[in-house]
């Protein structure tokens, strides 16, 4: 019985190399690099990369989707999940694409077709290349779990390293907000904030420390965020935000984070932001209770006037220093702002736009609301009006504007 089970049944040969080759060839259609160029030109085709990384390294054709042939298996559907969309596979030479675009047949995506001669052919006759972001090896220990991830992958993260965003306040909010930032990698990170670092910020301010007791919180940031990541260029802010300096401020970033806890800056932040076009990544806390969304008008969404036509009396909106504050709670929320950076950043997921996310840290839980544009909102309604005029207002209603604390 062990013999024969050890004999291989006469009536399935093995198969040679070449023989599996040509088979995987002949079941898919191959198309040369000019076929190629003309394809891309002409249909919406996903170009898909099935090299090693170091040969993505080295240059990749524009727009391609990397997913080395090892894991292509387990990687493809995340990438990919509409199997419907026609796909072009390359690899360097025209094989493991041949036997890459056959799996990809096996697993339900019936358009598939692959570039015989592959990358070396179409690099050879001058199209177009890019060319990536190098990584030093540090650089690549350090984002290493970025890397791995699908929806991030070296373009994602080449994407947050050319990043610039600007966060507005270092307090309870920013504090994690900028540490998870510069963590990831994001390549220029600014930060407004005119006031210091004092003891009582320590309970919650985490990017402080007490040897920093006295000294201003953008720069006290600055020292943290350079100790964490030294790829990381900060830009600081140590004056007041007012309505003649914040355009020059927020000029050149891709998205402001209002990390803030007084109503002036909010709408002085959401105005300046929706006049440049960049979102407004919302974050706010009281005691117990935390709030999140994304003011992009740009996008359909609300802005932040959308949500508060009206700024209450100072005395019905507390700060944590009248009212306290949870210090875990800015944390959670400031986390939350950061993740949605990453994902604007980045192009994963769905930001939070005309949702409001709330946490309840007393009972640990968290609920959504909707929140629609307002057609007649004073910031982004469809009539127009001037900025200083809605501003003034703003800044006679209740505290001064430029206050960051938190």
């Known amino acids: 019985m062990t013999a024969q089970t050890d004999v291989q049944d ?37 170009v898909v990369d099935v090299r090693e990384t170091h ?12 997913v080395p042939r090892g894991h292509l298996e387990m990687q493809i559907e995340a990438k990919i999940p509409d199997k419907r969309t026609p796909l072009m596979v390359y690899c360097a030479g025209g094989v493991r694409s041949a036997f890459a675009a056959n799996t990809l047949k096996q697993m339900g995506y019936p358009n598939v077709r692959h570039m015989s001669g592959g990358f070396t052919a179409w690099r050879d006759l001058g199209f177009d290349v890019v060319e990536p972001k190098v990584w030093s090896d540090q650089q690549l220990d350090r ?3 970025h890397f791995i ?5 070296e373009e994602g993260q080449q994407q947050i390293s050319n990043g610039k965003v600007l966060v ?15 963590a990831a990698g994001v390549g220029t990170l600014g930060i407004v904030d005119f006031d210091d670092v004092e003891a009582s910020n320590l309970q919650r301010q985490i990017i402080h420390t007490t040897s920093r007791i006295g000294v201003n919180k953008a720069e006290s940031a600055r020292e943290s965020i350079e100790a964490l990541n030294p790829d990381v260029t900060v830009k600081t802010w140590t004056k007041p935000l007012n309505p003649d300096n914040v355009d020059s401020v927020i000029e050149g970033f891709d998205l402001v984070i209002d990390a803030t806890d007084n109503f002036p800056t909010r709408y002085l932040v959401n105005a300046a932001a929706f006049a440049h076009g960049i979102p407004c990544i919302y974050g706010s806390i009281y005691r117990f ?24 009396p100072k005395e019905l909106a507390p700060s944590c220093g009248e009212a306290g504050v949870l210090g875990v709670l800015p944390g959670a929320i400031g986390v939350l702002q950061a993740n949605e950076a990453l994902k604007i950043l980045v192009g994963y997921g769905e930001p939070l736009i005309g949702r409001i996310l709330a946490f309840d840290a007393e009972d640990t839980r968290f609920s959504e609301f909707r929140l629609h544009r307002n057609p007649d909102c004073a910031t982004c309604g469809d009539s127009t009006r001037e900025r200083g005029e809605y501003e003034t207002e703003i800044v006679d209603s209740c505290a001064a504007p430029g206050v960051l604390v938190g």
């Open 149 to 153: 991830l699908p929806e991030v992958g």
């Open 168 to 182: 507005i306040g270092a307090g309870g909010l920013g504090a994690p907000v900028l540490y998870y930032l510069a």
């Open 55 to 66: 040969e993505w390294r080295k240059g990749h054709l524009p727009g391609a989707v990397h």
């Open 143 to 145: 984002y290493s779990r």
């Open 289 to 312: 209770e935390g709030y999140a969304s994304v003011f992009w008008p740009g996008r359909g969404g609300p802005c932040y006037r959308c949500m508060h036509p009206e700024a209450p």
């Open 10 to 46: 006469a009536s399935t040969p093995a198969k040679t190399g070449p023989e599996l080759v040509r088979e995987a060839k002949a079941a898919v259609e191959a198309l040369n690099a000019p076929a190629v160029d003309r394809l891309l030109n002409d249909e919406p085709v996903t």
